[in-house]
């Protein structure tokens, strides 16, 4: 080993030490805040969270699954095809997302979650009407308009909620059917990722990036939230528009405006993946083919889903203004941003695990030495670290204070990819799945 990769190792040690003492931190501060003033309005802080020890059904299968990776991924990411191994890391996710969704049960995992009382499913009987009650959503968003909605409604653009109302339309009734779409689709994500990475960067870097775009602790959130599906999305987006800007086809860039567009009305937050879409613009900018008709169809396939919801009757700015002030009414105003700005971060550290941080750390590194990095290390970088600006984007703005460990899904499935930037993968995928395993284990969690 050389004096550099000595050196290497030992900051990637360092980094997750530091990180793991913010955790450690959000965790005694938060506990001294909640039992004192009451203010966090969570019971495991920084996670919304009960300590609550416990096996379940899919203990078995997740701790196999996590080995089978640690001991298998690395190889076969290297020797499969590459739709083969799109295949299989989309089928890896979706064995990790299951097992540790059913280590909770099927009720209390799965089918439970989208219809607790501030879900999706609790609404379906008023969209019996759809473009009625589209024109007049923006009536019940603030707390005190008569039948406001739940919490999460009143929260997302409409589209949201239209997506579990047409599953209940087309006959995939409850709980069981949401949780279902919400574990399958989600769990597209880190294919997702895997196109974009190769597109853009490199085909060996994704394929090292491939074990732990499964294996990540996000899988616990992911299975089963909405915020699993709306990480998919909006990670196909990126996708395709990393396929449009790289030569494929330009066709490509209609389908990712068309994603974007029911990206935004997802969740008003994931409109700073706009920022995300500049960066592969960046990245593509001496590769891409025909430039002005990839931002002619982009922006056209992006006005889509917006025209179609105005035209129905629903306002997104007069929705997002109206949110702001439910976020007040309600604990979003009471909680404290002194402590969210900064636990937040821990929350993310969570859910992308060490290798994450030890990956970043080193993407950070590339960055900083942009003159004498390889290009496709030094575009995965980039990439990177413009999701981690998204993410602080949207921690500065004050409206993700608590719960980020599953609102920022869409932005935690890009961040593992920096993995491919590890040595001796196998050490990190087991401290990703021994960490993942403990949080499912030993917390219940609320979404």
């Keep these: 080993m050389t004096r550099a990769s000595l050196r290497g190792r030992y900051a ?94 099927w009720q209390r995992g799965v089918a439970g979650r989208l219809t607790s009382p501030n879900e999706y499913l609790t609404v379906i009987g008023r969209f019996h009407d759809i473009p009625a009650t589209l ?40 709980g069981g059917w949401a949780g279902a779409w919400c574990v399958t689709v989600g769990s597209t994500a880190g294919a997702a990722v895997l196109v974009a990475v190769r597109a853009l960067a490199a085909e060996r870097l994704a394929r090292r990036a491939a074990p732990f775009l499964v294996l990540v ?36 860039a209609a389908a990712a405006g068309l994603l974007y567009g029911l990206t935004c009305y997802l969740s008003y937050g994931l409109t700073l993946f706009a920022l995300i879409g500049a960066a592969v613009l960046v990245i593509g900018r001496r590769r891409v083919r025909a430039r002005p008709l990839v931002l002619v169809l982009l922006v056209a396939g992006a006005a889509v889903v917006p025209l179609v919801f105005t035209f129905a009757g629903f306002d997104w700015w007069q929705g997002y203004r109206l ?51 390889p290009g496709p290390e030094l575009r995965l970088a980039f990439l990177v670290c413009v999701t981690l600006l998204a993410l602080l984007i949207a921690d500065l703005s004050g409206m993700s204070k608590a719960e980020t460990e599953r609102i920022w899904l869409p932005f935690a499935v890009w961040l593992p990819a920096a993995g491919a930037f590890l040595p001796r993968r196998r050490i990190w995928l087991v401290a990703q799945a021994v960490l993942a395993l403990l949080l499912n284990h030993l917390l219940f969690t609320g979404w």
């Design 12 to 105: 990637d040690l360092a980094a997750v030490l530091a990180a793991a003492l913010l955790v450690l931190a959000a965790v005694l501060v938060g506990r001294h805040i909640q039992d004192t003033y009451r203010t966090l309005f969570v019971h495991w802080p920084p996670l919304f969270a009960d300590w609550d020890p416990h096996v379940g059904p899919g203990t078995p299968a997740a701790v196999l699954v996590g080995a089978a990776v640690v001991a298998y991924g690395p190889n076969l990411a290297v020797r499969l095809p590459w739709r083969g191994l799109l295949a299989a890391a989309w089928g890896g996710s979706l064995a990790w997302t299951w097992s540790l969704a059913l280590v909770d049960g």
């Design 135 to 174: 024109r007049d959503f923006t009536h019940h968003i603030v707390s005190g308009t008569p039948a406001p909605w739940p919490a999460h409604i009143a929260g997302h653009p409409p589209a949201a909620t239209l997506t579990f109302v047409l599953l209940d339309r087309a006959g995939l009734h409850g």
């Design 217 to 252: 602790p996000a899988a616990v959130w992911v299975g089963a939230s909405a915020d699993g599906y709306f990480a998919a999305v909006a990670a196909w987006t990126v996708a395709l528009l990393a396929l449009a800007v790289t030569g494929r086809s330009v066709a490509w």
């Design 323 to 373: 949110l702001v002030t439910r976020y007040y009414q309600g604990v979003g105003g009471t909680r404290p941003y002194g402590y969210w700005v900064w636990a937040n971060l821990a929350c993310t550290v969570i859910i992308t695990g060490p290798a994450t941080v030890a990956g970043l750390r080193r993407a950070g590194a590339v960055l900083v030495h942009r003159r004498t990095a």
